[in-house]
């Protein structure tokens, strides 16, 4: 809630974090650890690569490092690709683009593209290595005990130098390279050595006529080691012998004035802060630094000594380090500082925020309170009040100057000062935190009090004037008081309201008229002179007609018909249609509770947090947040504690400090980095980037799912936005979030990923960065396997209407059988009916019984054709398919029997058979089996007859028994052994077997069923 936010920002108004402070370094430090991923916090040294990669060596392992994520090489047992140890003393890129890496005893080089390590043989066993080079040439040199070695490009092999240019007698340890002369500067034990080449001893022409006194007091110091040219060509070495007790001393001779300087004593050198110095570097702005064991120091020239920045563990964007092993300068002016404890960076040219804490003229101390307000008076002086040390002075460059308040007020240095104003004749109103107005009057250098009744007691926040010259005060418990004569001699001051919260701001827009901010009462529109309300805006954001919380703690005039509100987020009000829109961590602005507003020059809105600062182009929604990196020492801003002074610049106050710059130097260059894809995966499993971007591009399987670029600018701080479209999925360009694109699922196709970056001024690169994607879809998804399937599936459809003829040629055929078959029992029964019927005829007048024996004959015959033609009808129709249609039919054939020859038959059928369906030829087959066998025992005599039909798969058993007592056995016999039955069982593949016995026989018929 923003009434919690504001107790927090009271808070820290009146405590603040330390009464005072010594004057700290320029120089703004931000650190990574292994809390950032570092492999350790020992670090030895960092260089970047063309692409904008910085390559750490550290005590564990070589990493790469894209801005914001790290990527780890170690050393892995058996793996010979991999570097031979996790200490890496050096690291060197040379013209070639090689990365070298330098052990103790070993060297290789590194490719950056596969990540694979190659060793590279030394001619002799070593020690240890020191130093690895570039002659002029562009040898690559390396110094290792006492001797030189250059890479043999032909055998791949470092082999022994011969030094052609040194003295007999003298031992190289240390060689610096002058790129620009050409010139060899050679440290050892007995001396140093300057010469014009690498292979003449011929000292160079700047030595000519020197006098042997200056060039013994350089080149004859014992001991030297970590010799350096610096750009201005004066020549820099370190004498130590270590363990001798002794602190080291730093010699420079300078060519042009013929001069030695020696510089000691760089810190007290005692047992509790012993020293020792590793290396010399010097920054592209030309400041030399030397650093090494508990020595940090860069060359200040207007003091002509070394200052040591110490280690300071407690310092907010400070340094801290037992020893500084390496420094380093990217193309960018970032200096890398490598140490024991962590990785630190500087841009002293990137730091265009100037923190400023408060002093007093010829004071060192320095006060941290927080301040209340800023003022620039109309001598362009800049007051800054505090809560608790009254108020600073300073001119335009913010050197601090003598305040005449605190000059007649004895009690100046402690002074609560609230809300603070230059009225339009002059004076200047300062309201502290018992209810009093100091009021300064520059016209006659006094100023007096005024201690109105109606203010008594209250903490004063606010002091405004509007358009019609009337003074509004704002306090801590929500009154409001004005007074419409402050230009008077003695102004009076007058309730105008006491019913509201605290009073956060007093606002008064480009018409003059006030607006009022309190902590939970809302926002006020009051007229100018009157204070009549004009408007009042609540919490209401549901339907855009109010705050997003109860309060605001700034009000400012955008626009003619916009204004901007700090209710926690930004709540933008357009005054014509009285609609809110907002601007909040939903729309991806930094964290919320903004305490103060300010609009700058270019029209850009700066936004400060009770921890954080950022600049924002409401019209684009584009912002970018400001940090230690870019000077801000305390992030903490206050409440109406920022203004925009005359020239252009704005200050705005901390709960510590304040700050101060130029926004136009930070509004980034006119060109804008592109973005680059440094990280790809898929799953847990990480791809080469280089071999995919050299390619242009990644192939994946339709099975490869949860793919994550990661993304970059390579820049050092990074200030820049990075948009995507996946052409092929995405419709509109994406803002990438947390610099990773993450895709659970990409559907097999063809895809374009595209990236460009845009700046807060919403200014895009001028290139895009793209890379082809190809989902490789499964088998049975390529062309090739419809192809094949449209073959098989016509194969099988040619099949099934090859089998659906087949089926209906057989049972064309069957028919035709059948057809052939009823056509021969009807021709027989017709031919033999024929003969009866004429032998009938013939025997009618003559012998009349023979005659009724024949047309018997012909009735029964008739009665037989007719059943015959009856069953071959039912059989060929599909609805008696069916085991109980088959069953029925059988059965009436068999009561038809029963009653004709009177003899018992019990037919039984288990529900298996019964569920059964038959084809046709099947069923027409054992129907007739059926029959003839059950007709046949009957009529021989065969009695008691039991029919049992089962299904045994896959044949359908019928078995029947019946009493042969009164049977004429031989008759049976006969019709058993027919022709006919003989076929048809062939027919059908079906089995018959008998069995007799004394009193009965019977015989089972097994048929299959397909």
Request: aromatic share 12%; hydrophobic share 40%; net charge neutral.
């Amino acid at each position: 809630m923003l009434k919690s936010t504001f107790s927090t920002i009271f808070f820290l108004l009146f405590c603040g974090l330390s009464a005072s402070s010594q004057s700290a370094s320029p120089l703004v430090f931000s650190r990574i650890t292994k809390q950032d991923g570092l492999a350790t916090n020992s670090v030895l040294q960092t260089l970047r690569d063309q692409q904008g990669y910085l390559w750490i060596a550290s005590q564990n392992g070589l990493q790469r490092y894209d801005g914001f994520r790290f990527l780890s090489f170690r050393h892995l047992p058996g793996d010979s690709t991999t570097i031979p140890r996790n200490t890496i003393n050096h690291i060197y890129f040379d013209r070639k683009q090689r990365l070298w890496l330098l052990f103790d005893k070993q060297a290789g080089i590194f490719n950056t593209s596969n990540f694979h390590y190659t060793s590279i043989p030394i001619s002799r066993p070593l020690n240890m290595i020191r130093k690895i080079t570039e002659l002029g040439d562009g040898r690559v040199m390396m110094i290792a005990d006492n001797r030189q070695f250059v890479f043999n490009e032909q055998t791949k092999r470092f082999d022994s130098l011969a030094m052609g240019a040194l003295p007999k007698g003298f031992i190289a340890s240390d060689i610096a390279v002058d790129t620009v002369s050409g010139q060899y500067f050679f440290a050892g034990k007995n001396g140093s050595f300057i010469a014009q080449s690498f292979t003449s001893s011929r000292l160079p022409a700047d030595f000519a006529g020197l006098k042997a006194a200056v060039a013994d007091s350089f080149l004859s110091v014992k001991n030297s080691r970590h010799p350096f040219i610096s750009t201005d060509g004066k020549y820099w070495l370190v004498s130590w012998l270590p363990f001798s007790g002794t602190a080291p001393k730093l010699y420079q001779f300078d060519p042009a004035l013929r001069t030695v300087k020696l510089f000691e004593n760089f810190r007290p050198y005692k047992s509790d802060s012993y020293y020792e110095i590793w290396s010399l570097f010097q920054q592209q702005n030309g400041t030399m630094w030397i650093y090494g064991m508990g020595l940090f120091a860069y060359y200040d020239t207007t003091r002509n000594q070394f200052v040591n920045i110490a280690s300071d563990p407690l310092r907010q964007s400070g340094i801290e380090y037992d020893f500084v092993v390496n420094m380093y300068e990217d193309r960018y002016n970032n200096v890398w500082v490598c140490s024991n404890k962590g990785l630190y960076r500087f841009n002293a040219d990137a730091q265009a925020i100037r923190t400023i804490n408060n002093q007093r003229p010829g004071d060192t101390i320095s006060m941290l309170k927080p301040v209340s307000a800023i003022l620039e008076t109309d001598k362009h002086e800049i007051w800054v009040s505090t809560w608790g040390s009254g108020i600073f002075s300073y001119d335009s460059l913010f050197r601090p100057i003598s305040n005449p308040v605190k000059a007649l007020d004895k009690k100046g240095n402690t002074l609560h000062v609230g809300g603070m104003i230059q009225l339009r004749n002059g004076d200047v109103w300062m309201g502290n935190h018992m209810g009093e107005i100091v009021v300064y009057k520059p016209s006659d250098n006094s100023f007096h009090q005024l201690a109105p009744e109606s203010l008594k007691g209250e903490r004063i926040t606010q002091i405004r004037e509007d358009g019609k010259g009337v003074v509004w005060i704002g306090t801590g418990n929500g009154v409001i008081a004005k007074s419409t004569n402050a230009s008077d001699a003695t102004p009076v001051i007058e309730m105008f309201r006491n019913d509201l919260s605290d009073i956060m701001k007093l606002y008064t827009d480009k018409a003059g008229n006030l607006w009022v901010g309190t902590a939970n009462s809302g926002v006020l529109h009051l007229e100018a002179g009157s204070g009549k309300l004009l408007h009042e805006y609540k919490i209401g954001a549901e339907d855009g007609t109010g705050l997003l919380n109860e309060g605001a703690t700034d009000i400012l005039h955008y626009n003619d018909s916009t204004y901007i509100m700090a209710s926690d987020a930004l709540c933008i009000l357009n005054i014509k249609t009285g609609k809110f829109r907002y601007l909040s961590a939903a729309n991806g602005l930094p964290a919320e509770h903004v305490t103060t507003l300010e609009l700058d020059d270019q029209h850009y809105l700066w936004v400060g947090l009770d921890g954080g600062l950022y600049r924002l182009n409401p019209e684009k929604e584009l912002f970018v947040s400001f940090n230690g990196e870019d000077g801000i020492t305390n992030d903490i801003f206050q409440v109406d504690a920022a203004v925009r002074l005359r020239d252009g610049r704005l200050a705005m106050g901390t709960s510590k400090n304040f700050i101060v710059f130029d926004p136009a130097k930070l509004l980034g260059a006119d060109s804008v980095p592109g973005a680059f894809i440094t990280g790809i995966s898929i799953g847990d499993r990480g791809i080469l980037v280089d071999s995919v971007l050299e390619e242009g591009k990644l192939q994946l399987s339709y099975n490869d799912h949860q793919l994550q670029f990661s993304l970059s600018t390579l820049q050092f701080p990074d200030h820049y936005f990075i948009y995507f479209k996946l052409d092929g999925l995405d419709k509109d360009w994406k803002q990438v979030t947390n610099d990773e694109i993450v895709y659970p699922y990409l559907p097999p196709g063809d895809y374009t990923l595209k990236l460009k970056t845009r700046n807060s001024m919403g200014l895009e690169s001028v290139t895009e960065s793209s890379l082809t994607i190809e989902v490789i879809p499964p088998f049975w998804r390529t062309w090739w396997f419809y192809l094949l399937l449209a073959l098989v599936l016509g194969s099988i459809l040619f099949w099934l209407d090859h089998e659906r003829i087949k089926r209906k040629t057989a049972m064309l055929q069957m028919r035709s059988n059948i057809a052939d078959d009823l056509y021969k029992d009807i021709n027989t029964a017709l031919g033999n009916i024929t003969i009866l019927s004429e032998m009938a005829k013939k025997k009618a007048d003559r012998e009349p019984e023979k005659s009724k024996e024949f047309i018997e004959q012909i009735n029964t015959k008739s009665q037989n054709m007719a059943l015959a033609m009856d069953d071959i009808l039912w059989s060929i129709d599909p609805q008696n398919d069916s085991m109980k249609n088959f069953m029925l039919r059988f059965r009436e054939y068999i009561d038809a029997l029963k009653i004709q020859y009177n003899v018992q038959i019990d037919v039984l059928i288990d529900h298996k058979a019964e569920q059964l369906q038959l084809k046709m030829k099947t069923r027409n087959g054992a129907f007739s089996l059926f029959k003839s066998g059950i007709t046949n025992v009957v009529k021989t005599g065969g009695t008691n007859c039991r029919i049992h039909i089962t299904y045994d798969k896959p044949e359908i058993v019928y078995t029947l028994d019946y009493d042969t007592a009164e049977m004429e056995i031989e008759r049976h016999t006969n019709l058993r052994q027919r022709v006919e039955l003989t076929e048809k069982l062939k027919e059908l593949h079906a089995r018959l077997e008998y069995r007799s016995g004394k009193s009965g026989a019977g015989f089972v018929l097994k048929i299959p069923v397909r």
